[in-house]
């Protein structure tokens, strides 16, 4: 069954530092998301992404965050300046469609940003 | 957004169905309700999803009150592989770029026990 990939599976960076988490979604699917989980907390929406642009976006992802589909199966998420507070698991999510709300969105397994 | 409420925690006896109680009120009338597992700290894994008509897959059987206020996951043969945080979520419904995001509460811990 096809699954949504993302590497690397755990990153460690230090603060002030760019790094950018990877993700290849399932191949006929439109719609991309990311999402992070602080430890202990509730999986948090980040953003939406259809159409080689952004679609929707939460509180949380603000400048110091990017995301980019820099070919047909990528989907990277860049955070510039890591702070503390940024570690958390990333997790990547796509979509075979947005706004039909048919079709369920498919995860993958996550990476986690520890910042130090 | 359509707000679901959720027991924080359940137990189930090994081999015996879970039932997942979700109350979401104020649902609208096009808005799906979907139902996602968490193992661990593993990405969210989907289960199963209804607008109006009970649903079943080799997972789970989603059963969706007539008014649509409340629904109900069950897992026939409940494992100790099926113990994971639960959630039931109202998706949102389209409108001006709005592409479906899904928006997580706290869930529902099920401890399966042998």
């Known amino acids: 069954e096809p699954e949504v990939t993302q590497t690397p599976s755990h990153q460690v960076t230090q603060m002030g530092q760019e790094v950018i988490l990877r993700c290849v979604p399932i191949s006929n699917h439109l719609y991309f998301y990311w999402y992070r989980q602080i430890l202990g907390q509730k999986v948090e929406f980040l953003v939406s992404f259809y159409n080689n642009e952004i679609s929707e976006k939460s509180e949380i992802f603000d400048d110091q965050f990017s995301v980019e589909r820099p070919d047909g199966s990528n989907f990277t998420l860049k955070i510039r300046s890591t702070k503390l507070e940024d570690s958390a698991m990333y997790f990547c999510a796509s979509s075979e469609t947005g706004q039909g709300f048919n079709s369920p969105l498919h995860f993958g397994n996550g990476t986690r940003l520890t910042v130090t | 957004d359509a707000k679901t409420t959720q027991p924080p925690s359940m137990d189930c006896a090994e081999g015996r169905a879970a039932n997942l109680p979700c109350n979401h009120s104020?649902?609208?009338?096009?808005?799906?309700v979907y139902w996602y597992r968490q193992i661990h700290s593993q990405g969210p894994q989907y289960i199963i999803h209804g607008l109006k008509n009970n649903e079943t897959n080799e997972m789970a059987s989603l059963i969706i009150t007539e008014d649509r206020k409340s629904s109900t996951l069950i897992l026939p043969h409940a494992t100790l592989r099926d113990t994971a945080v639960y959630y039931c979520?109202?998706?949102?419904?389209?409108?001006?770029?709005?592409?479906?995001?899904?928006?997580f509460g706290q869930g529902t811990t099920l401890q399966v026990k042998p």
């Open positions: 104020t649902i609208s009338g096009n808005e799906y």
């Open positions: 979520i109202v998706r949102v419904a389209g409108a001006g770029g709005n592409t479906g995001k899904l928006i």
